[in-house]
């Protein structure tokens, strides 16, 4: 249970101000201490309080033209202060960070955006452990794609908890067509605005698939890629830990530098090669060797197979896993059309087709780190 949040709303329009304070109060342990139009004002009325949470109106001009943050801050030293506006402006972004605000919000927002927003002020001890997982593959056309996406949705189903997805295949990143979104806002701005994030700015960038699902999307032209940098990526990924229990990775194919970096900053990495012919078998040998090389620990890394075609297949990669070093995961059977049906709907894999052979695969994986989580916390 929260301890209780004491929040002030300034804010000038008195329609924004009471859709605001009737977010501020649908949150379990929130209350709204004082709500009103100018800074002085509120500053009067909170004579011998001490608010926990303000937000504030970027939109008034008065907010431009003096300090405000400063302001509030020289009389509530600890005080959380999160901006907010109905238009996103990099430039005011960053100065308000620099004067201390914790965050910025865009109007109108959720009591989930609100609390998520709330949550991520770093250094909250409320905040859980999180979890980064990646997907990375040797080679194309493995349906890494179709596993990241359809983990995301099997961790959120399993733990109830909210996940977050990040499309770092940086060229040819197709996530919102497996999910049917459409980001306005992609991984290139908030890379392009690394300085001013914070975890509370990152969700203005984010792209909801559901209430427990977001997105942080890959760039929208393959040109725009060289635009991203790997430090930026991780920074980014350091804030979506921050928001999330769970972080889902797609990568590019191939284990690039920025691939194998970001694979370093994960919990858990899922190493997915598709055995087609023998020569896979080529390619998943040099993976591993490759992992090893670069010292990544057993516990680290789970291998999945996907597009088995026969029994036969299964039994050759059953007596390949002590040759391999990390453990297989899952063998997931080959239903390319099953796959390719949902992708075209752009409905997910364990919505569209819950009961078939390839869905229950990846739905084990995600129980399988479901149970994992409960074993730690326990340990703990």
């Known amino acids: 249970m929260l301890q209780e949040v004491r929040v002030v709303i300034i804010e000038e329009f008195r329609f924004m101000r009471d859709l605001m304070a009737s977010v501020v ?3 379990p342990d929130f209350n709204l201490i004082c709500q009103t139009s100018s800074l002085e004002e509120a500053l ?4 011998g309080a001490e608010p926990q949470v303000v937000l504030l109106d970027m939109d008034m001009p008065a907010m431009r033209e003096k300090n405000a943050i400063t302001s509030i801050l020289k009389i509530y030293p600890s005080v959380n202060i999160l901006c907010t506006s109905q238009r996103w402006d990099e430039t005011d972004v960053r100065l308000i960070i620099q004067a201390g605000a914790k965050g910025y919000l865009m109007k109108p927002f959720s009591s989930e955006e609100l609390l998520q927003a709330i949550k991520a002020f770093e250094g909250n001890p409320l905040l859980p452990v999180s979890e980064i997982i990646t997907v990375i593959s040797p080679k194309g056309n493995s349906g890494k794609t179709t596993l990241a996406v359809n ?6 189903q399993e733990t109830g908890h909210k996940v977050g997805l990040m499309d770092a ?8 067509v497996f999910l049917n979104i459409d980001p306005t806002v ?3 701005e908030a890379n392009r605005d690394i300085n001013s994030l914070s975890p509370s700015v990152l969700v203005s960038y984010l792209t909801a698939y559901n209430k427990n699902i977001k997105v942080l999307a890959a760039p929208r032209s393959p040109a725009l890629a060289e635009l991203i940098s790997t430090s930026g990526t991780l920074s980014i990924l350091k804030y979506m830990r921050s928001l999330f229990r769970y972080v889902i990775v797609d990568t590019a194919s191939g284990l690039q530098e920025d691939t194998i970096a970001i694979a370093n900053a994960s919990n858990r990495v899922y190493l997915n090669v598709a055995y087609n012919s023998v020569f896979d078998l ?7 060797e490759f992992l090893r090389s670069l010292n990544f ?8 197979l996907s597009r088995i075609k026969t029994r036969g297949s299964m039994d050759i990669f059953n007596r390949l896993r002590e040759e391999l070093f990390y453990p297989i995961s899952a063998l997931l059977p080959n239903q390319f059309q099953v796959a390719t049906d949902a992708i075209n709907g752009g409905v997910p894999l364990l919505t569209a087709k819950p ?3 390839l869905a229950l695969g990846i739905l084990g994986i995600a129980k399988d780190m479901a149970e994992s989580a409960k074993r730690s916390a326990k340990l703990e």
Do not use: C, Y
């Open 25 to 27: 109060r649908a949150i």
């Open 44 to 47: 009067i009325k909170l004579s």
């Open 151 to 156: 983990l995301a949705l099997g961790i959120q």
């Open 169 to 176: 295949d940086l060229q040819f990143g197709d996530i919102p």
């Open 186 to 188: 992609t991984i290139v």
């Open 282 to 288: 080529d390619h998943l040998r040099q993976s591993v």
């Open 297 to 304: 620990p057993q516990e680290k890394v789970r291998i999945v």
């Open 355 to 357: 009961n078939t052979d």
